[in-house]
């Protein structure tokens, strides 16, 4: 069933220019959400690129605003210059309908003056990125009292580029009244605490729906025990995986594996209870942002691992409870996409083929080893390649200054700049390997913040 974007209460006006625009059936995610906006209800709204939500939210934002004050009603913050820009686009195209709005965008990689220039003018509407909202918040050219609406688009973009210290500070110079609109594709803890603190009530509204038991295709293989590492690489080979995590039941397994498939040229980490914090933070960093293909763990080095996106978990042996099993199998297949879930059985170990069979109240699904055949020479290499910056948090190193070093001036697109994980002394940024060498040169000949900071790559 569509609904027609007539049957909202929205002005004359804005429905002949949604009309002039062939906007006319509403999209499931603009059917769900505007009513609720539209009451000014706060609202939690998953959904993905090309879903028709900046449309939604745009509509919701208008709605409320006064044309004859000029100071910000509306604010929207969104993780990249490039997603800024298309969205004030879209919200531009959108307020052809009331006179004279004004959006104006606020991102960083642009040069400040003109900015304070076109803030003195007014705006009704502003879409930026959280740090250079930040910065215009913390020097007085920027205020938010007249808020009706805050907007964050794509928060669990956001969140992964170590954007939560910003949002929060800017929504703590937000009016108590305000509505507060969140869209995400997923829906991490981050979201979570984000809501929680933040919003009043919020309804929430996803399109499709996520969790399907079909989601995770299991397959078994009986080996010789002496075959194990080798029946890894095979996997890895025949399926090709850009990420995975492979569970072990030792330091010294995890160890050995790691030192097989990177002697293969695979990029493999090991994630183990004896790592120094430090370590971990480095592991867990650029397994999380994609510049690591197999993440090597035993069950307890990977406890509270959230890990979005992840295309197979492989037991290198399986575990010894059948409940390990299916907690170690469900990091795979989330949000929407299909898992595998790859076991290595060794004859010693079928009881515990046999415990699992009997928790899953099904047959497991048995394949042979020789089944396997690689995919193709090339070797299997992550996406993304991560710089690391001697300089974090103590050192009053923001997300947003790593991002403006990469992007501003002609430097690399915001595309090709993947999470950014900052800690007290380090910061971690993925980039596409593509440009790599570049993004290296750019922030060691660069300064960041004013600063020559040392950068490598890992």
């Not at 706060?42 to 959904?47: C, F, G, V, W």
């Not at 960093?285 to 690591?292: E, G, I, L």
Request: glycine share 8%; charged share 20%; with cysteine.
């Amino acid at each position: 069933m569509t609904a027609a974007f007539a049957s909202l209460p929205l002005s004359a006006a804005m429905l002949a220019n949604l009309d002039a625009l062939g906007y006319t059936e509403m999209t499931p995610i603009q059917a769900q959400s505007l009513p609720l906006m539209l009451k000014g209800q706060d609202l939690i709204a998953q959904a993905k690129t090309g879903s028709g939500k900046t449309a939604a939210f745009g509509i919701a934002l208008l709605a409320p605003l006064n044309p004859r004050f000029f100071g910000c009603q509306a604010l929207v913050l969104c993780p990249t210059r490039e997603l800024a820009d298309q969205v004030a686009k879209e919200i531009r195209r959108l307020a052809r309908a009331a006179d004279n709005i004004k959006v104006l965008t606020l991102c960083g990689g642009v040069p400040f003056g003109p900015q304070i220039g076109s803030l003195e003018h007014g705006a009704h509407v502003i879409v930026g990125t959280p740090g250079r909202v930040q910065e215009h918040l913390r020097k007085g050219t920027l205020t938010l009292d007249g808020l009706n609406t805050l907007v964050l688009d794509e928060a669990d973009r956001m969140l992964d580029m170590g954007f939560y210290d910003s949002i929060a500070d800017i929504i703590g110079q937000t009016p108590a009244r305000r509505q507060t609109l969140l869209f995400s594709a997923t829906y991490p803890a981050g979201i979570e605490q984000l809501a929680a603190t933040f919003m009043k009530a919020p309804q929430r509204v996803q399109v499709e729906a996520l969790h399907d038991d079909g989601q995770i295709e299991q397959r078994f293989y009986e080996i010789d025990p002496r075959q194990r590492l080798d029946a890894v690489l095979r996997l890895l080979l025949h399926f090709r995986p850009q990420s995975s995590v492979a569970f072990c039941h030792t330091r010294q397994q995890c160890q050995e594996l790691v030192e097989h498939l990177q002697a293969r040229k695979i990029s493999a980490l090991a994630l183990h209870g004896d790592l120094e914090q430090r370590d971990r933070d480095q592991v867990l960093a650029m397994f999380a942002n994609r510049s690591c293909s197999v993440l090597v763990a035993t069950d307890v080095a990977a406890r509270g691992l959230d890990i979005a996106g992840l295309e197979a978990v492989i037991n290198v042996e399986l575990a010894r409870d059948p409940e390990v099993h299916i907690h170690r199998i469900g990091r795979s297949g989330r949000a929407g996409e299909k898992g595998l879930a790859l076991s290595l059985v060794a004859p010693a170990e079928a009881s515990r083929a046999q415990a699992i069979e009997n928790l899953q109240k099904a047959p497991l699904n048995w394949h042979e080893l020789d089944s396997l055949k690689p995919k193709s020479d090339e070797p299997l290499l992550p996406p993304m390649t991560t710089l690391c910056i001697a300089a974090g948090r103590k050192d009053k190193l923001r997300p947003g200054d790593i991002l403006g070093a990469l992007t501003g001036e002609a430097g690399i697109p915001g595309a090709q700049v993947g999470k950014i994980a900052l800690f007290d002394f380090q910061a971690y940024v993925a980039v596409d390997r593509s440009v790599a060498r570049q993004a290296l040169k750019r922030l060691s000949e660069g300064k960041i913040k004013g600063r020559s900071m040392k950068v490598r790559v890992l």
